[in-house]
């Protein structure tokens, strides 16, 4: 199993020649998904799989939101780059100040992290099965949501980053 990081909640007042193209989410010659249309996969299930476990605790699905998707991504890249684990990066940037720093204005936000799940239902079942991760997921007053994952030796990096506008 991988690293799980506690769940924290906050409230707040050129071109190639057409023949070596290839299609799109696919690499050039190997027909291997490129990194980002993994990514993308990636990302898509764990939205579905929160906003499934959601609806069934009672909730409103979670609307993704490309500013918390950012946050999270540049979280889980950061982890993985310079070879950390934690809510509050070596710069001491906290959950709040990379959502704010991403143009997210809100009143509520929360951010689960994880890292050696190989896929995305694992990661799930990690965060499901910790209180403060499954609070967060589950937590009715958060509207939206943004995932990160970062591929590499050690990782992938999981981040979700939720988040309320009032």
Request: with cysteine; charged share 20%; proline share 6%.
């Given at each position: ?42 990302v ?6 929160v ?29 993985e ?86």
């Amino acid at each position: 199993m991988g690293a799980l990081g506690a769940g924290t909640a906050s409230a707040a007042p050129t071109s190639a020649p057409d023949s070596a193209r290839a299609a799109p989410g696919r690499a050039a010659h190997t027909g291997f998904p490129t990194v980002g249309a993994r990514r993308a996969r990636y990302v898509r299930h764990i939205i579905r799989t929160v906003n499934i476990a959601r609806v069934h605790h009672g909730c409103a699905p979670l609307r993704f939101n490309k500013a918390l998707q950012k946050a999270a991504q540049r979280h889980s890249a950061d982890m993985e780059q310079r070879g950390f684990f934690d809510h509050v990066n070596p710069d001491g940037a906290e959950p709040e100040d990379r959502i704010t720093a991403v143009g997210y204005e809100w009143t509520a936000s929360g951010e689960n992290i994880a890292s050696g799940q190989a896929t995305p239902s694992a990661v799930m079942r990690t965060w499901m099965s910790s209180p403060g991760h499954r609070g967060n997921i589950l937590d009715c007053d958060f509207q939206e949501l943004g995932v990160g994952v970062e591929f590499g030796a050690g990782g992938p990096w999981w981040t979700q980053n939720f988040g309320s506008r009032g």
